[in-house]
C-alpha cells in the first residue's frame, strides 16, 4: 500500500498559520485524489479539503477562505496552508488518499492514511 507521512503540526497562537505537509510513497502511480481530515477530542471526523490530480479542489465550509490545498509538481506531497486559525481548528489532522471518508473516527481500518499530527490553537 501507499505510505504518507505527515508534518507541520504544532502550537499556534489564534489567528497564526501553519502548513501541513502529507508526502507518499510506495507507489509508482499518481495518487488520483487526497484528503485532509481532522478529529478533536469527543468529537467525529471532519473533512477539511481534498484536491484531485486534475486541479478539482472542495473545502469544507468550515475552513473556506482561511484554508489552503495544494499539491507538489510531482504531485506526491500534498499541503494545507492553514491562515487565521481559531482554537475551533484544534486536532489531530490526517491525510489519506481518500478524498470522500465519512466516518466517526479518523483514520478507518482502510485505505491509505498518515499517522496524524497534532495542531493545537491557542486562544
Known amino acids: 500500500g501507499v505510505q504518507l507521512v505527515e508534518s507541520g503540526g504544532g502550537v499556534v497562537a489564534a489567528g497564526g498559520s501553519l502548513r501541513l505537509s502529507c508526502t507518499a510513497s510506495?507507489?509508482?502511480?499518481?495518487?488520483?485524489?487526497w484528503g485532509w481530515y481532522r478529529q478533536a477530542p469527543g468529537n467525529d471526523c471532519e473533512f477539511v479539503a481534498s484536491i484531485t490530480s486534475y486541479g478539482g479542489i472542495e473545502y469544507s465550509d468550515s475552513v473556506k477562505g482561511r484554508f489552503t490545498i495544494s499539491l507538489s509538481n510531482a504531485m506526491n506531497t500534498v499541503y494545507l496552508q492553514m491562515n487565521e486559525l481559531d482554537p475551533e481548528d484544534t486536532g489531530v489532522y490526517y491525510c489519506?488518499?481518500?478524498?470522500?471518508?465519512?466516518?466517526?473516527?479518523?483514520?478507518?481500518?482502510?485505505?491509505?492514511w498518515g499517522q496524524g499530527t497534532q495542531v493545537t490553537v491557542s486562544s
Open positions: 510506495g507507489t509508482a502511480t499518481t495518487i488520483p485524489g
Open positions: 489519506s488518499t481518500e478524498r470522500l471518508f465519512m466516518g466517526v473516527t479518523c483514520p478507518p481500518s482502510f485505505g491509505d
